[in-house]
């Protein structure tokens, strides 16, 4: 963005030692502590040159001191494709990329500064959305989702809703957007 980094860190290793390296070490361990804020989409298609501009240009634009932002592109075709979406929990499995936009403020920001991160944050998925395929992946909660029980598990949600109704019949395992136990009339989980 203009600036070399601070620091920078490359290693080749075999897959298996990747693999190793990616187990032992969690997410966010190389990553400023403080408040993280994330949204994220699966797209089927590459974006186009003009997407790729905005996403760019906001990752820069309006930046303040203590925050940092991330923009992590995954690749998901190939062997998760090979997989059949209701051969496992995940149901995904359609997707060219996963995008992570992701921004971490201070433990003590200030309100006007956790709403600076939020702010850049919605600039930055709706840079990209329209081409987005609007699931998104589990493991990164987004309290904003409209329809989260099917961004995150698709097809798949009445399965894994059944699952959880014989084996926490009771929901002692949740938390805001967890699997219910049974699903209500609309759809919406219970």
């Known amino acids: 963005m203009g600036?070399?980094?601070?620091?920078?860190?490359?290693?080749?290793?075999?897959?298996?030692?990747?693999?190793?390296?990616?187990?032992?070490?969690?997410?966010?361990?190389?990553?400023?502590?403080?408040?993280?804020?994330?949204?994220?989409?699966?797209?089927?298609?590459?974006?186009?040159?003009?997407?790729?501009?905005?996403?760019?240009?906001?990752?820069?634009?309006?930046?303040?001191?203590?925050?940092?932002?991330?923009?992590?592109?995954?690749?998901?075709?190939?062997?998760?494709n090979q997989v059949r979406a209701e051969a496992s929990a995940f149901a995904h499995r359609d997707e060219l990329f996963v995008l992570l936009q992701l921004v971490v403020i201070e433990p003590d920001a200030t309100a006007a500064e956790r709403e600076a991160a939020r702010h850049w944050l919605a600039r930055s998925w709706a840079s990209v959305h329209p081409w987005g395929s609007g699931v998104v992946y589990p493991n990164w909660p987004d309290p904003d989702l409209?329809?989260?029980?099917?961004?995150?598990?698709?097809?798949?949600?009445?399965?894994?809703?059944?699952?959880?109704?014989?084996?926490?019949?009771?929901n002692f395992f949740r938390f805001d957007q967890s699997l219910p136990s049974q699903r209500q009339g609309?759809?919406?989980p219970a």
């Open 186 to 188: 609309s759809g919406a």
């Open 3 to 80: 600036a070399d980094p601070a620091s920078a860190s490359l290693q080749h290793a075999s897959y298996r030692e990747t693999k190793r390296y990616l187990a032992e070490h969690g997410p966010g361990e190389d990553r400023p502590t403080g408040h993280q804020f994330n949204k994220s989409e699966f797209f089927q298609r590459p974006l186009p040159v003009e997407a790729i501009s905005a996403l760019v240009d906001n990752l820069e634009e309006g930046r303040v001191r203590g925050q940092s932002r991330e923009l992590d592109f995954t690749p998901w075709a190939g062997a998760y």
């Open 146 to 170: 409209e329809d989260w029980a099917h961004a995150y598990h698709g097809t798949n949600l009445e399965r894994l809703v059944r699952v959880k109704k014989k084996y926490d019949p009771d």
